[in-house]
């Protein structure tokens, strides 16, 4: 398992990540798939606030994930971990 130092851009904003080398493909087609959504909802809503629109674009993925896989994310203890991480690191973006 080889670590890979890598930035990825989510909502304007850069964050340094250390991945498993394999994982950089799906990561980076993650960032983009967020800032694609993040842009239809800024373009399609009147939504100007950032924290709102990230806030709209996780309940977007979380509610996908859910019809997706019939299992809610509280009970999803991986997906629940990586949503908790998302969010501690909006959060402390947004604070500064």
Do not use: C, W
């Not at 398992?1 to 930035?7: E, H, P, V």
């Not at 904003?13 to 087609?29: C, G, N, Q, S």
């Not at 939504?47 to 309940?59: C, H, N, R, S, T």
């Amino acid at each position: 398992m080889a670590d890979l130092s890598i930035k990825v851009v989510i909502a304007g904003r850069t964050y340094p990540l250390t991945i498993d080398m394999a994982e950089e493909e799906m990561v980076r087609k993650a960032a983009k798939t967020i800032n694609d959504k993040i842009e239809e909802y800024e373009q399609n809503y009147a939504i100007k606030d950032k924290q709102d629109v990230l806030a709209m674009v996780a309940l977007h993925f979380a509610n996908r994930t859910f019809a997706d896989t019939g299992v809610p994310v509280e009970e999803d203890s991986e997906l629940k971990e990586q949503l908790l991480a998302i969010e501690s690191v909006l959060t402390a973006s947004l604070k500064s």
